[in-house]
């Protein structure tokens, strides 16, 4: 473990949701390459992420369902309001693979 242990009560304090990427745009003003993706949680709205997820294609991000966190303030990156942030991890070329559920489930839900 790299990071200090923490308690349940701090676990409970992030709160992750699931969405579906409804619209990904070029950001061409981010220092790393970028999209910008707008994430839809259902009853709970639409936010809008900087993401550095280039090792997928545009139209391979429409519609896929991914988990977030929802209620860590906005980040401004190059002049755009990031609001979620999209969770993945690191495969061995070490691009960045989403994390999202193997079955269908609600928009919106709550990660437990």
């Given at each position: ?14 709160e ?25 949680f ?59 559920p ?11």
């Amino acid at each position: 473990m790299k990071k200090d242990e923490i308690v349940y009560d701090d676990f409970a304090k992030v709160e992750m949701r699931l969405g579906k990427i409804v619209e990904v745009k070029d950001f061409p003003r981010a220092r790393n390459p970028s999209y910008k993706v707008c994430v839809d949680f259902g009853e709970l709205g639409q936010r809008w992420s900087s993401v550095q997820i280039t090792n997928y294609a545009q139209d391979d991000l429409i519609d896929r369902k991914v988990i977030c966190v929802v209620n860590m303030p906005s980040r401004n990156i190059a002049g755009f309001k990031s609001e979620v942030l999209v969770m993945g991890v690191p495969n061995a070329a070490g691009e960045t693979v989403l994390l999202q559920p193997t079955h269908d489930a609600v928009l919106g839900s709550e990660v437990f």
